[in-house]
């Protein structure tokens, strides 16, 4: 199995965090877990150039399949991924405002969305997928994918904002910065703020900086297993492991303990990773 991640090249690290790579092959596909996707402060592009994946919201049941380019909009809840046998995922993971200001679309519009990306970008990503497959190697996979990216913000739609700059910054802070002081930094009223950041980003900043949180435990208790709940709130920043199990049970309807035996049961856990990225 393979789980990398690689940085973007220089001209395209203001649009673009990371990609990540996901590979593997199971020798029997009647006996492949589902894993439970839990909410993340990001957008994504993902291309599933062999098995496709189904998807089901765990809140309310409602299924997709077979799409081969994905765009994948703030999520609220889990979403429960079931993959094939050979399975290849090339993920883009925009920077903060990247992909509204690639599309154009305000990122409400995409929220809890699992949306066919030839809808949104014709003819060129389906290409791209096809390239990505015949690719001899992960490197090459990248600079198939940053050919296709730098030729779409080269007609970008929409300018660079301060607003960018600073949900960059709430991503990378060791403390969740004050919104006030946000808006401040951005030379906007409160309101303003909060009405800009939603149209770029999906979501108000004070959700925005929850769902952060919330993915620093997820993460933490995956890379430190042996780790309390309760070491793992106070450095993520609760207040207490009840301040954590509140966020939990918001965003997996599940507590901590729970979501997390449910995690171990992921595909990548068959071959003795773990999800930490």
Same mark, same amino acid.
């Given at each position: ?105 305000? &990122?409400?519009?995409?929220? %809890?969305?699992? *949306?066919?990306? !030839?809808?949104? +970008?014709?003819?060129?990503? @389906? ?76 979501? &108000?900043?004070?959700?925005? %900086?929850?769902? *952060?949180?919330? !993915?620093?435990? +997820?993460?933490?208790?995956? @890379? ?54």
């Amino acid at each position: 199995m393979v789980l990398l991640e690689f940085a973007p090249s220089l001209p395209l690290s203001a649009f673009i965090r990371v990609y990540r790579v996901v590979h593997f092959v199971f020798d029997d596909a009647a006996k492949i877990p589902f894993k439970p996707y839990p909410p993340k402060p990001e957008h994504c592009l993902s291309f599933y150039p062999r098995d496709t994946e189904k998807v089901q919201f765990a809140d309310n049941g409602k299924t997709i399949s077979n799409l081969k380019t994905v765009i994948i909009g703030q999520q609220a809840g889990v979403t429960n991924r079931y993959v094939g046998r050979d399975f290849l995922v090339f993920q883009v993971v925009f920077s903060p405002g990247a992909l509204y200001r690639l599309t154009g679309i305000p &990122s409400i519009e995409l929220n %809890n969305g699992y *949306i066919d990306a !030839e809808a949104i +970008f014709p003819n060129s990503v @389906k290409e791209v997928n096809d390239k990505i497959n015949d690719a001899k190697g992960y490197p090459e996979m990248v600079s198939v994918v940053e050919a296709f990216l730098a030729g779409r913000i080269a007609i970008c739609k929409k300018d660079f904002n301060s607003i960018d700059r600073l949900s960059n910054l709430m991503l990378r802070a060791d403390q969740s910065p004050k919104i006030e002081w946000l808006a401040g930094e951005a030379c906007l009223s409160l309101r303003q703020f909060e009405r800009k950041f939603m149209e770029r980003m999906g979501v &108000s900043p004070r959700y925005f %900086n929850k769902v *952060i949180r919330f !993915e620093n435990a +997820f993460r933490m208790k995956n @890379k430190y297993p042996q780790l309390s709940w309760f070491v793992i709130a106070i450095e993520c920043g609760y207040y207490d492991y009840q301040h954590l199990v509140k966020d939990y049970q918001a965003f997996t309807q599940k507590t901590p303990i729970d979501f997390h035996a449910l995690d171990l049961k992921s595909p990548e856990r068959k071959f003795g990773e773990a999800d930490t990225y």
